[in-house]
């Protein structure tokens, strides 16, 4: 499936829900009422939209939220997902309480998974998501390495904040076989409120590692070490856009599809669910209109009127 500027659209991202157990302060508003979070779609609506979508091409998909653990639909939808064939099955998560999870989410299919800490400080990481138990969330690294699922930290960087984390995130390498994401802070919801931390100055930071390029990747390549196992890479939406290379659509737990993360247009796909046929040409028409790129360089901010636990992370 191509979108109108022939980018082939084969990853699949999917938010199973709007709550989280974090309330990470660049993400959550403060004083949010959780129990507002709208989860529209029912595990059989994600089965019908997910094949769709297989159906027109897609081999990657990345289950989110809010925090995708607290969905009684993940295990169902990642084995579903592994019965339709799709090789790439991973979840995006805190972390808290993964560990006891993962022996059975990989037995379903899971093949990797993404872990987001922000902090290898234990206090400042229960400041920055306020109720976060940071030794669960090193257990759940641990485990996830301990069982072969290919493991990456996204790590958002944020000025004043844990923008001195930097040398320790790296050294982390050194004794994991892990890749560490550090993302550009995107001016989204909560996100406009703080400022994030441009990518030469994490190089300036680590210097005396190699770059390698990254083929058939969206986004940067990587860089490492001498002598470490893991790596370190450089997701810079804004500074770096990969828009060029754009191979995704998300999928809200509202029943809308985001062409584009920051854009302000979601397309509603639940006034067609009740016909197969018609909900697929809808979505084939709807890719079309993908736009080309955002335009947060020139504006400053996203045009995205959600916050991202409603999008996806």
């Known amino acids: 499936m191509k979108d109108g500027f022939d980018r082939e659209i084969d990853y699949l991202r999917v938010s199973l829900t709007e709550r989280c157990n974090f309330s990470c302060v660049y993400c959550m508003p403060n ?14 609506n994600y089965k019908q939209i997910i094949q769709i979508f297989r159906e027109l091409g897609i081999d990657k998909i990345r289950f989110t939220g809010g925090e995708p653990l607290l969905s009684p639909h993940l295990e169902n939808l990642i084995e579903f997902s592994k019965n339709l064939g799709i090789q790439d099955i991973a979840i995006t998560s805190n972390g808290q309480g993964l560990s006891k999870n993962l022996i059975r989410l990989k037995e ?15 206090k400042r990481f229960k400041e920055i998501t306020k109720n976060g138990e940071f030794s669960e969330i090193m257990a759940s690294i641990v485990e996830a390495q301990k069982l072969g699922l290919k493991t990456k930290i996204n790590c958002v960087l944020i000025k004043g904040i844990n923008d ?75 500074s770096c856009s990969f828009c ?6 998300r999928l809200t737990s509202r029943g809308t599809i985001k062409l584009c993360l920051h854009a302000k247009e979601e397309i509603d796909l639940t006034k067609y669910m009740t016909d197969s046929k018609i909900l697929k040409e809808y979505i084939i028409n709807s890719v079309l209109k993908k736009p080309e790129k955002h335009n947060m360089k020139e504006s400053g901010t996203s045009s995205s009127e959600k916050y991202m636990y409603q999008i996806g992370g």
């Open 108 to 122: 379903k299919g899971l093949k990797r998974v993404n872990i987001s800490l922000d902090s290898l400080q234990e």
């Open 164 to 238: 001195d984390e930097i040398v320790d995130f790296l050294n982390l390498t050194e004794k994991c076989d892990i890749d560490i994401r550090f993302i550009e802070l995107m001016p989204i919801g909560e996100g406009v409120k703080y400022e994030g931390v441009n990518p030469d100055v994490v190089l300036r930071s680590i210097p005396d590692v190699e770059y390698f390029s990254q083929q058939g990747s969206n986004t940067e390549g990587y860089y490492q070490k001498k002598g470490s196992s893991g790596r370190i890479s450089l997701i810079n939406p804004i």
């Open 244 to 249: 060029d290379h754009c191979s995704r659509v």
């Open 31 to 44: 004083g949010q009422d959780k129990k507002q979070c709208r989860d529209l779609l029912t595990e059989s």
